[in-house]
Nanobody, 114 residues
């Protein structure tokens, strides 16, 4: 049974860091592109960062230079390292695996506040 489980969210002060993880099961993980999205209250879900099966990455302008997406195919996990967090980064963060179809995790809350 295919499943994605995000973890690592929480409350952090502005300027702080968090590392999100998304553990996949039931997939041939290495064949999938992976990405992180976020959705703030009252806003549409937006792409934050993506990594291809070959390791190529791209980032939203709003997070470039602060966030890093990576993957470890040995443990079927994609990560999002978030540094220099800002209040506007507050959102529910979702991971997605993509190949022919898209698979979504349940989301993890990130709150940046003093």
């Amino acid at each position: 049974q295919a499943q994605l489980v995000e973890s690592g969210g929480g409350l952090v002060q502005p300027g702080g860091s968090l590392r999100l993880s998304c553990a996949a099961s039931g997939f041939i993980f290495s064949r999938y592109g992976a990405s992180w999205y976020r959705q703030a209250p009252g806003k549409e879900r937006e792409l934050v960062a993506a990594i291809s099966s070959g390791g190529n990455t791209n980032y939203a302008d709003s997070v470039a230079g602060r966030f890093t997406i990576s993957r470890d195919n040995a443990v079927n996990t994609v990560y999002l390292q978030m540094n220099s967090l800002k209040p506007e980064d507050t959102a529910v963060y979702f991971c997605k695996l993509s190949r022919i179809y898209d698979f979504w995790g349940q989301g993890t809350q990130v709150t940046v506040s003093s």
